[in-house]
């Protein structure tokens, strides 16, 4: 496995670790879960979400009662490790035991630190969840394909980084949302969206905007029960405007899923082309262009300049130039 983010990009068949897809899943929602008891509210509950590391999966920091900390899922070495402000450290070793076991010993672990907080142990935005201090059935843990999925996730994260350059409207930073297990990014028009009536608080506050929105989903089942049985890259827009679903986007592969509500793009179609990093980079633009376009945002004001994205190299020469 090459680890270069230009580099292949490795397979990920849903069905070969679908297993240790769904502990890992709930190992990331007790992660998550701290940061709801920990941090500060962030505009559509970005607070929460994780962020791709050189090692793995970590939250932002988060603050205890006399210090900051942080988590990390270090999918390189197996570990999960908390790092204190003051200069403290613990982990535990990542391994197939059930999640009872791991929600124990995490517990534990931040015991120990003197950062303990009530967390509520009802897995969300999952069919039929199980309480994470009861759940004996998702126990398996494969270093191999957490390996590979945190290989796969920092090369998208790195395109979905370079989808930024030419965009200077509010967006997201890059994030892996643990409620659904997928990585985002998104853009704002700067205008509200239409209240939705009848949804859930976070529903509400995470599209209070209008928003078009990219992401990778390792694949699996939607809270409705929509099966998934391969990883995709996706892009919606909400609200969406008339003619967004009929719309024509790049590459080939893409197309509008009305289970889903959004485009999809197979990973297998990405992972195989030449460059699956403009590829990637490709399909996001074209989503975006069709809901910019359609939904009437005003392009001129979001938009660096119309297909002319500032380039690392230009900014690194403008950093220069700021220096002397």
């Keep these: ?3 270069d983010a230009t580099g292949p990009w490795p397979d990920l068949p849903l069905e070969a670790w679908r297993e240790t897809r769904d502990t890992l ?22 607070h929460v979400a994780l962020h791709l590391t050189p090692r793995g999966l970590a939250s932002p920091p988060a603050v205890g009662r006399d210090c900051t900390f942080d988590v990390e899922l270090d999918f390189i070495d197996h570990r999960l ?3 204190t402000s003051d200069g403290r450290m613990a982990s535990l070793a990542l ?3 059930p999640v009872r076991i791991f929600y124990e010993q995490y517990l534990a672990l931040l015991d120990g630190l003197g950062l303990r907080t009530h967390l509520w142990t009802r897995p969300v935005e999952v069919v039929d969840p199980i ?3 009861v759940d004996e059935l998702h126990r398996h843990y494969d270093p191999l394909w ?13 395109s979905f980084r370079d989808l930024a350059a030419d965009f200077t409207g509010k967006q997201s930073p890059v994030h892996l949302f643990w409620g659904s ?11 509200h969206a239409p209240e939705r009536v009848g949804v859930d608080p976070v529903t509400r506050e995470g599209y209070s905007h209008e928003v078009l929105s990219f992401g990778f989903w390792p694949g699996g089942v939607t809270p409705a029960g929509v099966a998934v049985e391969e990883p995709i890259l996706y892009a919606y827009a909400a609200p969406e405007p008339p ?35 403009e590829l990637v980079r490709a399909f996001c633009e074209s989503a975006y262009v069709a809901g910019a376009t359609l939904g009437g945002w005003d392009r001129d004001l979001l938009e660096r300049g119309h297909g002319a994205p500032m380039s690392r190299g230009q900014a690194a020469e403008d950093d220069h130039h700021v220096a002397h």
């Design 243 to 277: 003619g967004f679903r009929d719309a024509t986007l790049v590459p080939a592969g893409a197309r509008y899923d009305p289970r889903l509500g959004e485009f999809v793009l197979p990973y297998r179609s990405i992972r195989t082309a030449r460059e699956p990093g």
């Design 131 to 133: 309480p994470f201090d």
């Design 81 to 83: 490790t908390v790092r």
């Design 95 to 97: 391994g197939a035991w």
């Design 25 to 46: 899943h709930m190992w990331t929602q007790i992660v998550g879960k701290t940061l709801l008891a920990s941090c500060a509210p962030l505009n559509h509950w970005w």
């Design 146 to 158: 957490a390996h590979r999925f945190w290989q796969v996730l920092r090369r998208c994260d790195a």
């Design 181 to 191: 297990l997928d990585l985002a990014v998104t853009r704002f028009s700067g205008r």
């Design 1 to 3: 496995m090459n680890s």
